[in-house]
């Protein structure tokens, strides 16, 4: 990671905010203002660049071939797992195993771990906060083998009870799966808190880290986490490209996921040895240039700086939360202490889809509906809500247009 | 994209905020549940028809948005006393008119529920206006569920 002092000089966000070519546009004859970032982000020039260079001069296939270009572009996805490893301080480079994105990553584990070490009578717990790609995964494997599903309460707020998850936990419990960030509500999670518990009773950790990894600095070997997941399309980089984050000891312990090319040694049809980490975990070609790409955008992040981008972010959002209860009839659903990055709200008599609508049409993208994310908006009460989500390239006249665009949906509606 | 205020008709929102013959309704013979998974919006449709094959009353329950709830309480308003036959023909007309196969200028049975058409500049909005008439549809054929995602989903889309 950089420090300060090697920083090149602060940039400010309004340059920062033009290296976004997408967001130079007009939609439905208004500047566009992207509220939806948590759904996935944009990617800036720098990132694209990457992509179209990879595509003019290094690509082939990855790991086979013994001439130039497979060399180069060996060289290119490989330098992104050097980088991802320092992004997240992981201990080994091995232990970060290239996905399709954090779906696919949770999937992996619930299968190559669960599958194997869940026994009937065992105990998965989950929270109330997650979405589905995090709650499916261990249903399945869970009904396959006979386990039990238990699931962390939260407040009114949207804050988990952690007097609850400490009651939760038992020498049956195997496997515990949190979100950091909470797509739904924005809840930061105490995860450093919620894995020690969980390490007290033996059982490991996956964290859902989609909705963290773009806004703060995450450390796996401080936090002690076992498993640890993102997205590349959430962080400035391209769909198709993701990072499972696994403790050695646990990867060697996993059955492979999927089986193909490039995750063998040797194969007969007698016997089939599997090659080492972490290639054991990635079968078939990936998605390399997405993976390239994914090294540009945390080269591109770390250029501006995490803690910059994260106090920057923390004043958008608290500026957007002063903003928003100030428009009457609106109600924030989510109110917990620590919030990063998402404002989930509704406006009293009218349904979010209709929000979301009439913002579309001035230029405003927000997110409305479940956010994939049921249990939570059965908890609170709420069929669907309305959701901004905010990057570093959003700025104070994105939250200016998003209150007149809801004045906007209040005077059509008379609400 | 089409202007708002074409989009929120008047109509529109009026029967948003005062849904026509909303509730369950008391002696139906026909009732079919309709979702959308995607964003939650649902409603029941329960109609009483007779020996005749007459709709001769129908009632919804159900929540979703502005669009959905419009639609819902415009249908039951246009279906109710007409033949179950007559029924089925504004279910394929008002699919044809949001799938933008029919044209509202020309002979067709719709009527003023063409206030829709402009749902139709808005693919992601139109699963919203046909929601309750799949609903309507399953329950005129004795099926329970409608559904605009997967096999319940008339539309194939």
């Given at each position: 990671m950089l420090t300060e002092t090697s920083r090149a000089p602060e940039r400010s966000w309004e340059e920062i905010r033009r290296d976004f070519p997408i967001l130079q546009?007009?939609?439905?004859?208004?500047?566009?203002?992207?509220?939806?970032?948590?759904?996935?982000?944009?990617?800036?020039?720098?990132?694209?660049?990457?992509?179209?260079?990879?595509?003019?001069?290094?690509?082939?296939?990855?790991?086979?071939?013994?001439?130039?270009?497979?060399?180069?572009?060996?060289?290119?996805?490989?330098?992104?797992?050097?980088?991802?490893?320092?992004?997240?301080?992981?201990?080994?480079?091995?232990?970060?195993?290239?996905?399709?994105?954090?779906?696919?990553?949770?999937?992996?584990?619930?299968?190559?771990?669960?599958?194997?070490?869940?026994?009937?009578?065992?105990?998965?717990?989950?929270?109330?906060?997650?979405?589905?790609?995090?709650?499916?995964?261990?249903?399945?494997?869970?009904?396959?083998?006979?386990?039990?599903?238990?699931?962390?309460?939260?407040?009114?707020?949207?804050?988990?009870?952690?007097?609850?998850?400490?009651?939760?936990?038992?020498?049956?419990?195997?496997?515990?799966?949190?979100?950091?960030?909470?797509?739904?509500?924005?809840?930061?999670?105490?995860?450093?808190?919620?894995?020690?518990?969980?390490?007290?009773?033996?059982?490991?950790?996956?964290?859902?880290?989609?909705?963290?990894?773009?806004?703060?600095?995450?450390?796996?070997?401080?936090?002690?986490?076992?498993?640890?997941?993102?997205?590349?399309?959430?962080?400035?980089?391209?769909?198709?490209?993701?990072?499972?984050?696994?403790?050695?000891?646990?990867?060697?312990?996993?059955?492979?996921?999927?089986?193909?090319?490039?995750?063998?040694?040797?194969?007969?049809?007698?016997?089939?040895?599997?090659?080492?980490?972490?290639?054991?975990?990635?079968?078939?070609?990936?998605?390399?240039?997405?993976?390239?790409?994914?090294?540009?955008?945390?080269?591109?992040?770390?250029a501006i700086g995490l803690e910059r981008i994260a106090r920057w972010e923390a004043e958008l959002l608290a500026h957007a939360t002063e903003a928003l209860q100030g428009v009457p009839g609106v109600r924030l659903i989510g109110t917990a202490r620590h919030k990063a990055s998402v404002l989930s709200f509704e406006l009293e008599g009218v349904h979010p889809h209709d929000v979301g609508t009439i913002l579309d049409n001035q230029g405003v993208a927000i997110r409305a509906g479940h956010h994939c994310a049921q249990p939570v908006m059965n908890r609170l009460g709420v069929a669907a809500t309305a959701r901004a989500s905010f990057a570093f390239y959003n700025n104070f006249d994105d939250i200016r247009a998003l209150v007149a665009a809801l004045y906007t949906v209040k005077e059509i509606f008379d609400a | 994209m089409t202007d708002l205020r074409n989009l929120y008709q008047e109509v529109i929102l009026d029967h948003n905020r005062k849904p026509r013959n909303f509730g369950p309704l008391e002696g139906a013979n026909r009732e079919a549940h309709g979702d959308n998974p995607l964003c939650g919006d649902n409603y029941t449709i329960y109609a009483h028809v007779d020996e005749q094959a007459v709709i001769v009353s129908v009632g919804f329950t159900g929540s979703g948005c502005a669009i959905s709830k419009a639609a819902a309480s415009m249908m039951t308003v246009k279906v109710k006393g007409k033949s179950v036959a007559d029924a089925e023909i504004l279910i394929q007309e008002f699919r044809d008119l949001l799938t933008g196969k029919l044209d509202a200028k020309g002979e067709h049975h719709l009527g003023h529920l063409t206030v829709f058409e402009g749902v139709s500049q808005l693919p992601q909005r139109v699963k919203c206006a046909v929601l309750p008439w799949h609903a309507l549809h399953a329950a005129i054929e004795q099926q329970s569920v409608a559904s605009t995602e997967g096999e319940h989903d008339p539309l194939g889309n």
């Open positions: 546009q007009s939609i439905n004859k208004h500047s566009l203002v992207y509220l939806d970032s948590a759904a996935s982000s944009q990617i800036p020039q720098a990132v694209i660049d990457r992509i179209v260079w990879y595509h003019s001069a290094e690509h082939s296939n990855v790991h086979r071939g013994v001439h130039t270009l497979s060399q180069r572009a060996t060289n290119a996805y490989e330098a992104t797992r050097e980088k991802v490893a320092r992004h997240l301080n992981a201990a080994f480079s091995h232990e970060c195993i290239f996905v399709r994105g954090t779906t696919e990553g949770i999937n992996l584990v619930a299968h190559g771990y669960g599958r194997k070490h869940f026994k009937a009578g065992d105990e998965v717990i989950v929270s109330a906060l997650e979405h589905h790609a995090n709650i499916v995964p261990w249903q399945i494997v869970c009904d396959e083998v006979g386990a039990k599903l238990r699931v962390i309460p939260m407040n009114d707020a949207g804050e988990l009870d952690m007097q609850a998850y400490e009651a939760l936990l038992n020498e049956r419990t195997r496997l515990v799966a949190v979100n950091h960030v909470s797509n739904a509500l924005g809840t930061i999670n105490p995860v450093a808190e919620i894995i020690r518990l969980a390490h007290e009773k033996g059982a490991v950790v996956l964290i859902d880290g989609a909705q963290a990894v773009p806004h703060m600095a995450v450390d796996v070997q401080a936090l002690d986490a076992d498993f640890y997941v993102f997205s590349g399309h959430k962080i400035y980089a391209p769909t198709g490209i993701g990072v499972l984050y696994a403790k050695t000891a646990l990867l060697e312990q996993m059955q492979p996921y999927q089986g193909g090319g490039d995750m063998i040694a040797s194969v007969s049809f007698e016997k089939t040895t599997y090659n080492a980490l972490p290639y054991r975990f990635e079968a078939g070609t990936p998605s390399i240039a997405s993976g390239v790409a994914l090294g540009a955008a945390l080269d591109y992040i770390n | -």
